[in-house]
């Protein structure tokens, strides 16, 4: 998010929450912009919400203001919102969104740029390269605020990648206080839902992987390897574990749990607001934030985490639920598993990762191509994994370091050894760690 568009957002916020809303967003439309369409592509998009054709801003302001009301999230999530002011092209003849774009989802039409909805996975890497502020992804955080207010029934929950992003020192307990002042009810970590997701894999593997050969193929966590797999490669679709991915499986226990409940993801990727749309997932997810953005509703209400004296939890998530957030760690959690669960299958667990779309479609053309021997295949769309999402707040080396001092001092080492893992799932009505692969199940989807 570049400056202008985080001061008018944090404007916003504090509007809203302080019953000033409609005054300040009035007072933008005149003051802040000299483009009328373009304030109503960015002021909608920072807002979060779908609004049709309005007339006049008056009316705008109205629709609005009701969209937010009624939780109606937007759809598109990344969008372009202003004309190229002036060419940033390379020797190549692509400027820095085409550049960047994994699917070359960005084409010229006359003399701007557009992007094509069929090709578009909503990785936001535009979002990221545009230093002009051309394009945005949608912001959602505004259409959940009334709930808040209201003190319904809202859970944050937290990809692993969050360790380490709002402070060196800043511990999931106090993150949880956070969110709480924030009006959320309470902190989860997504990480456990890793947990289950590992064990459901590891079931997968004995059951697939039979002889050398067999392979499947994970990472159920990235929406851009899953897209990349939907879209491009899907000759091997059928060797995808049909898992659901953590965040997905996360909200769904929540919500059988109490179905009244609404669930906000937060984490460094943009593409999980479009993974949220799915037509198979929709209503698990009721809005995604990312870092940057809670970065900014923290500055906005001066919650400072490392101040905090934090709201202590039971350590319910494991090592590898928490590696989920760097390269290789999916593997990692699931040969723990294997190992412990499988021993007959140690020698066919032979793992490969890649990371960043574009050895990741390095590698999925070599496996179309029946060249990868590995038998457990594991892509993530950033580089360095979770941890190098588009809306990180810190570098990916120390998100990494900060995700592994996470993990590896986890009370909990292995998934099978936790008494609160195996009393969730008999809370959803898994009795036997065999019910998670069942067709149909909590943690289940169809890729086909």
């Given at each position: 998010m570049?400056?202008?568009?985080?001061?008018l957002?944090?404007?916003?916020?504090?509007a809203?929450?302080?019953?000033?809303?409609?005054?300040?967003?009035e007072?933008?439309?005149?003051?802040?912009?000299?483009?009328?369409?373009e304030?109503?592509?960015?002021?909608?998009?920072?807002?979060?919400?779908?609004?049709?054709?309005?007339?006049?801003?008056?009316?705008?302001?109205?629709?609005?203001?009701?969209?937010?009301?009624?939780?109606?999230?937007?759809?598109?999530?990344?969008?372009?919102?202003?004309?190229?002011?002036?060419?940033?092209?390379?020797?190549?003849?692509?400027?820095?969104?085409?550049?960047?774009?994994?699917?070359?989802?960005?084409?010229?039409?006359?003399?701007?740029?557009?992007?094509?909805?069929?090709?578009c996975?909503?990785?936001?890497?535009?979002?990221?390269?545009?230093?002009?502020?051309?394009?945005?992804?949608?912001?959602?955080?505004?259409?959940?605020?009334?709930?808040?207010q209201?003190?319904?029934?809202?859970?944050?929950?937290?990809?692993?990648?969050?360790?380490?992003?709002?402070?060196?020192?800043?511990n999931?307990d106090?993150?949880?206080?956070?969110?709480i002042?924030?009006?959320f009810?309470?902190?989860?970590?997504?990480?456990?839902?890793?947990?289950?997701?590992?064990?459901?894999?590891?079931?997968?593997?004995?059951?697939?992987?039979?002889?050398?050969?067999?392979?499947?193929?994970?990472?159920?966590c990235?929406?851009?390897?899953?897209?990349a797999?939907?879209?491009?490669?899907?000759?091997?679709?059928?060797n995808?574990?049909?898992?659901?991915?953590?965040m997905?499986a996360?909200?769904?226990?929540?919500?059988?749990?109490d179905?009244?409940?609404?669930?906000?993801?937060?984490g460094?990727?943009?593409?999980?607001?479009?993974e949220a749309?799915?037509?198979?997932l929709?209503?698990?997810?009721?809005?995604?934030?990312?870092?940057?953005?809670?970065q900014?509703?923290?500055?906005?209400?001066?919650?400072?985490?490392?101040?905090?004296?934090?709201?202590?939890?039971?350590?319910?998530?494991?090592?590898?639920?928490?590696l989920?957030?760097?390269?290789g760690?999916?593997?990692?959690?699931?040969?723990?598993?294997?190992?412990?669960?499988?021993?007959?299958?140690?020698?066919?667990?032979?793992?490969?990762q890649?990371?960043?779309?574009?050895?990741?479609?390095?590698?999925?053309?070599?496996?179309?191509?029946?060249?990868?021997?590995?038998?457990?295949i594991?892509?993530?769309?950033?580089?360095?994994?979770?941890?190098?999402g588009?809306?990180?707040?810190?570098?990916?080396?120390?998100?990494?370091?900060?995700v592994?001092?996470?993990?590896?001092?986890?009370?909990?080492?292995?998934?099978?050894?936790?008494?609160?893992?195996?009393?969730?799932?008999?809370?959803?009505?898994?009795?036997?760690?065999?019910?998670?692969?069942?067709?149909?199940?909590?943690?289940?989807?169809?890729?086909?």
């Open positions: 570049n400056e202008g568009y985080r001061t957002y944090g404007k916003l916020v504090r809203y929450y302080n019953q000033e809303f409609e005054k300040t967003f007072k933008m439309l005149k003051e802040d912009f000299t483009d009328t369409h304030a109503r592509e960015i002021l909608g998009a920072l807002c979060g919400v779908e609004i049709g054709e309005c007339e006049d801003d008056y009316m705008f302001v109205q629709t609005l203001i009701d969209a937010m009301t009624k939780q109606r999230v937007r759809e598109k999530i990344v969008q372009k919102v202003s004309v190229c002011p002036k060419d940033c092209e390379n020797k190549e003849g692509k400027s820095k969104c085409q550049s960047v774009c994994p699917f070359d989802a960005i084409v010229r039409k006359g003399k701007d740029k557009w992007i094509d909805e069929n090709l996975i909503s990785c936001g890497r535009c979002v990221s390269a545009c230093d002009a502020g051309n394009y945005m992804e949608t912001l959602q955080f505004l259409p959940i605020a009334s709930l808040l209201e003190k319904k029934k809202v859970f944050a929950i937290v990809a692993p990648a969050i360790s380490g992003q709002f402070g060196e020192n800043v999931l106090q993150l949880r206080e956070a969110f002042k924030l009006g009810t309470d902190m989860m970590e997504v990480a456990v839902a890793a947990d289950i997701l590992s064990l459901k894999e590891a079931l997968e593997f004995n059951h697939h992987i039979k002889q050398e050969g067999d392979f499947m193929i994970t990472s159920c990235c929406p851009m390897w899953v897209a797999l939907r879209k491009v490669y899907n000759q091997v679709i059928s995808v574990s049909p898992s659901v991915s953590p997905i996360m909200a769904r226990i929540l919500k059988v749990l179905p009244e409940v609404k669930v906000v993801f937060v460094p990727c943009i593409a999980k607001k479009a749309k799915e037509k198979d929709i209503g698990d997810v009721d809005a995604v934030l990312t870092f940057e953005e809670l900014v509703i923290f500055d906005t209400f001066n919650i400072q985490p490392q101040d905090l004296d934090g709201i202590p939890s039971i350590d319910y998530a494991s090592k590898g639920g928490r989920y957030a760097r390269t760690g999916v593997s990692e959690a699931v040969w723990d598993i294997v190992d412990q669960l499988f021993p007959e299958k140690r020698h066919l667990f032979s793992a490969t890649v990371d960043g779309m574009k050895d990741c479609k390095a590698l999925l053309e070599e496996l179309t191509e029946g060249k990868i021997s590995a038998s457990f594991e892509g993530m769309g950033c580089k360095g994994g979770c941890v190098g588009p809306k990180a707040i810190i570098k990916a080396e120390e998100g990494k370091r900060a592994e001092k996470t993990a590896y001092d986890s009370a909990i080492k292995i998934p099978v050894h936790s008494e609160v893992l195996l009393g969730l799932l008999e809370k959803v009505g898994m009795k036997d760690l065999k019910d998670l692969t069942e067709e149909q199940s909590l943690f289940e989807r169809t890729f086909e």
